[in-house]
């Protein structure tokens, strides 16, 4: 008996520590920006009033459209009005793209000058 009491404890904190750690990092999603241009489905459904729906949304609006230029163009997508923008506006943010490689330039070749010869 006194087995199964000490089995029964060891699932139980096992149990609690997940629970505890789920809930962290549930928290933790729940205040972390959301990069609307490339956020994955899951990223999105983080936010307040996105689901599953929503967010498939979202992810087709900006692969018809391009990218969203300001957090506010997410209200241009279907279902997102401004009460949820509101809800998530401290969330969302829209990262720029990274600017494309420069390409290293090539040294201008500048005409050969002329050597001033010494006058006799």
């Known amino acids: 008996m006194k087995s199964t009491a000490a089995r ?4 139980l904190t096992v149990l609690t520590a997940f629970f505890v750690f789920a809930g962290a ?4 999603d729940a ?14 459904e983080t936010l307040n ?6 967010a498939d949304r ?8 391009g990218l969203f230029k300001t957090p506010q163009d997410i209200q241009n997508v279907k279902g997102i009005g401004p009460s949820t923008f ?3 506006q401290d969330r969302i943010v ?5 600017p494309a490689e420069e390409t290293p330039k090539t040294p201008s070749k500048e005409a050969p000058k002329s050597q001033d010869k010494p006058k006799s």
């Open 8 to 11: 029964l404890t060891i699932v």
């Open 25 to 28: 990092s549930a928290a933790a």
């Open 31 to 44: 205040t972390a920006k959301v990069d609307i241009n490339t956020a994955s489905k899951t990223q999105l």
């Open 49 to 54: 009033g996105v689901g599953d729906a929503l």
């Open 58 to 65: 979202i992810i087709e609006y900006r692969e018809n459209n």
């Open 86 to 88: 509101k809800k998530n």
């Open 94 to 98: 829209v990262g720029t793209p990274e």
